[in-house]
Nanobody, 125 residues
């Protein structure tokens, strides 16, 4: 069973930085189909950053150049470094994982089935 636990959220002023961590256990697949999502009050959950099957990364347009996703494979920790934070980044942040799929080639699906409990990020102006 895959288990994800986020940490590192908090309150910060605009322009500040935070690093979120996600301890991953039970993920035995030979891939890194993992990512970070967020959900603000009254809004739909959106993908912030995620790994593709080839370990390339993808980001929401709103965070490109400010956020960086990374994975420490040795320690099984997924990170999200967030710089130049803005009030609109305020949300509950979740890490997620999913097993890879095969349809002639391996890929990471858009749908993630394993989720952490979330960590709150609040950015004040």
């Amino acid at each position: 069973q895959v288990h994800l636990v986020e940490s590192g959220g908090g309150s910060v002023q605009a322009g500040g930085s935070l690093r979120l961590s996600c301890a991953v256990s039970g993920y035995t697949y030979s891939s890194n189909c993992m990512g970070w999502f967020r959900q603000a009050p009254g809004k739909e959950r959106e993908v912030v950053a995620a790994f593709n099957f080839d370990d390339s990364t993808r980001y929401a347009d709103s965070v490109k150049g400010r956020f960086t996703i990374s994975l420490d494979n040795a320690r099984n920790i997924l990170y999200l470094q967030m710089n130049s934070l803005k009030p609109e980044d305020t949300a509950m942040y979740y890490c997620a994982a999913e097993k890879p799929r095969y349809n002639g080639r391996w890929f990471c699906p858009e749908y993630f089935g394993y989720w952490g409990q979330g960590t709150q990020v609040t950015v004040s102006s």
